[in-house]
C-alpha cells in the first residue's frame, strides 16, 4: 500500500488559473508537510501543519494555501498561478516524536507542475 | 532560522571508490540530521538518519558521522555502486518538526 500518496502527478494549465494538488497518508502521522522542488532540484519547505499548528514558509506567497479535511489529508491550493510556480510538489508526512523530536519524513511521489 | 549547507554540488567517482558529503549546520538547537536519496524522477528516500546524542551510525555501506561542536555532519559511502547514483540531501531538524534541506549533492558512480 503507498504510504503518501498525492495526485494528480503531472498538472499543465495556463497562467492565472487555479489549481489544487491532493495528498493522502495512511501512516496515521500527526504532521503533514508540502515542499517545493524547483529546476536546480533544491527542495525548500512549505508548509508543515498538524492539528495543533500551521507554520508558513514566510517566502510563501500567500497564493498558496493549505487545507487540511482531516488529519490523513492535507492539500495544497494555489490561486493565479505563476510562470515561477513550475516545480515539482511534494508532500511528505512524519510522526510527532512524543519528546516532540522531528522524526522520519515519507514523501509523497510529487506531483509535476507545469505553468504555461 | 537554521541555514543548511551541502558539499560538493556534483560527486563523480569510481565504482568501488568511497564518496563522502559534507553539511553544516548553525543551529545549534538542532538535533535531529537524515540523509535522503533521491533518484531521477522519484520521490526522496531516506537512507539513515542521526540524532545529537550520537556521534556515528552504520548501516551496511552507508554511515553519518556528527560533529556538533562543529556543527558538521557527514555522509559516507563506501564500495560504491553504479545504483547508488542519485542526488543525496541532508537536512537538519530541532523541536516542531520543522525541516531545513541541503542543497543536494549529484553523485555519479561510473562503472
Known amino acids: 500500500d503507498t504510504a503518501v500518496s498525492q495526485t494528480p502527478k503531472y498538472l499543465v494549465t495556463q497562467m492565472g488559473n487555479d489549481k489544487s494538488i491532493k495528498c493522502e497518508q495512511n501512516l496515521g502521522h500527526d504532521t503533514m508537510y508540502w515542499y517545493k522542488q524547483d529546476s536546480k532540484k533544491f527542495l525548500k519547505i512549505m508548509f508543515s501543519?498538524?492539528?495543533?499548528?500551521?507554520?508558513i514558509n514566510e517566502t510563501v506567497p500567500n497564493r498558496f494555501s493549505p487545507k487540511s479535511p482531516d488529519k490523513a489529508h492535507l492539500n495544497l491550493h494555489i490561486n493565479s498561478l505563476e510562470l515561477g510556480d513550475s516545480a515539482v510538489y511534494f508532500c511528505?508526512?512524519?510522526?510527532?516524536?512524543?519528546?516532540?523530536?522531528?522524526?522520519?519524513?515519507?514523501f509523497g511521489p510529487g506531483t509535476r507542475l507545469t505553468v504555461l | 532560522g537554521e541555514n543548511v549547507e551541502q558539499h560538493p554540488s556534483t560527486l563523480s567517482v569510481q565504482e568501488g571508490d568511497s564518496a563522502v558529503i559534507k553539511c553544516t549546520y548553525s543551529?545549534?538547537?538542532?538535533?535531529?540530521f537524515p540523509w535522503y536519496k533521491q533518484e531521477l524522477g522519484k520521490r526522496p528516500q531516506l537512507i539513515i538518519d542521526i540524532r545529537s546524542n550520537v556521534g556515528e551510525k552504520k548501516d551496511q555501506r552507508i554511515a553519518v558521522t556528527l560533529n556538533k561542536t562543529a556543527k558538521h555532519f557527514s555522509l559516507h559511502i563506501t564500495e560504491t555502486q553504479p545504483e547508488d547514483s542519485a542526488v543525496y540531501f541532508c537536512?537538519?531538524?530541532?523541536?516542531?518538526?520543522?525541516?531545513?534541506f541541503g542543497t543536494g549533492t549529484s553523485l555519479t558512480v561510473i562503472p
Open positions: 537536512a537538519a531538524s530541532s523541536l516542531g518538526n520543522q525541516f531545513y
Open positions: 543551529d545549534s538547537a538542532s538535533n535531529y
Open positions: 511528505a508526512s512524519s510522526q510527532d516524536n512524543i519528546l516532540g523530536l522531528a522524526d522520519t519524513q515519507y
Open positions: 501543519y498538524n492539528n495543533k499548528e500551521l507554520i
